[in-house]
């Protein structure tokens, strides 16, 4: 039976990481990307532990671009070109790992004592294939600096690129939609016809689109040409993401992501023999290589 709406319904793969856990839609075994959206991974939401906290300690990244956009708590980001950011709900950290990048990821000392809140979504964008090799670069932008939109019963916040008459001023490295709505009781807001790929994910809440109910922790993949109201009976949050197609297949192992297989390859070695740069006042341990990584792409 054809679907009229989507493509394809992702289910997800739950990860449990002690205290938490993270739902992942992307990379899939039907389908890697979405625009350049090659990972999507729901983080939560969770509240951990009195004294705890998470700790992703130092690790590696190429060819790619991490976008990191919370719902609720804080981490804090260190990476190797020396940054040091907080991020708060509603901001956006964009990290482009271009030719090679370390970072970590863990939760403010002031916040353990009680046990941190984390919930959020974190995804990474493939780079074009011109851009693979650009220079590692980071990008905090603060809440109050991305654009929000109106709708009825509804506030969506562009977090990249163009959408409902407003531009995020959140770098893009090729075409790309991504939006946080927030979805009032009885709240609705159109999609419109933004771009060739797109999916929304419910990420808190209820939710519909064009009258059909959408199943929380779900990736939909909406149909070239599609428009039609995203609706909520009782609230929620629901991300839209998508964007231009990649220029060619991209290839996924572990944190590493390429249009090449032997970029990979030479990045698992670099990783293995330490030979990437260290994250300024976080270098006394590291994530080593695994011998299988969660994270791959799929033939």
């Known amino acids: 039976m054809t679907d009229e709406l989507f493509l394809q319904t992702l289910l997800p793969t739950t990860h449990d990481l002690g205290g ?13 990307t979405i625009g350049p959206f090659i990972f999507f991974d729901q983080m939560g939401p969770a509240r951990l532990p009195p004294s705890e906290g998470i700790d992703v ?7 790619l671009a991490t976008v990191t956009y919370l719902f609720a708590g804080a981490i804090e980001h260190r990476d190797s070109l020396g940054t040091f950011a907080r991020i708060e709900p509603g ?27 984390l919930s959020g979504i974190q995804t990474w964008l493939a780079l074009p294939s011109a851009k693979e090799e650009i220079d590692p670069a980071f990008e905090h932008v603060a809440a109050a600096d991305l654009p929000v939109v109106q709708g009825s019963g509804a506030t969506a916040r562009v977090v990249m690129g163009s959408l409902w008459g407003a531009t995020s001023p959140v770098t893009c ?36 689109f064009d009258g059909r109910a959408l199943d929380p922790g779900t990736l939909y993949v909406l149909r070239p040409g599609i428009a039609a109201t995203l609706r909520s009976e009782r609230g929620g949050h629901v991300m839209l993401c998508g964007g231009q197609p990649l220029d060619g297949p991209r290839h996924v192992w572990w944190n590493f992501v390429s249009s090449r297989r032997d970029r990979i390859r030479e990045a ?31 033939p």
């Open 20 to 32: 938490f856990k993270v739902h992942r839609t992307l990379p899939h075994r039907e389908r890697t």
């Open 57 to 63: 300690r130092p690790h590696p990244h190429i060819n």
């Open 91 to 117: 901001a956006v950290n964009l990290m482009t790992a271009g030719r090679g990048i370390v970072h970590s990821e863990r939760s403010p000392a002031e916040l353990r004592p009680d046990g941190p809140s």
């Open 173 to 208: 490295h090729s075409e790309t939609i991504y939006a946080d709505v927030a979805l009032e009781a009885g709240g609705s807001i159109p999609i419109d016809v933004s771009t060739d790929e797109r999916g929304l994910y419910v990420a808190e809440g209820d939710a519909s």
């Open 268 to 298: 698992r070695e670099d990783w293995k023999a330490m030979r990437f740069p260290l994250v300024p006042q976080d270098s006394d341990e590291y994530i080593p290589l695994p011998e299988v990584p969660k994270t791959v792409s799929y």
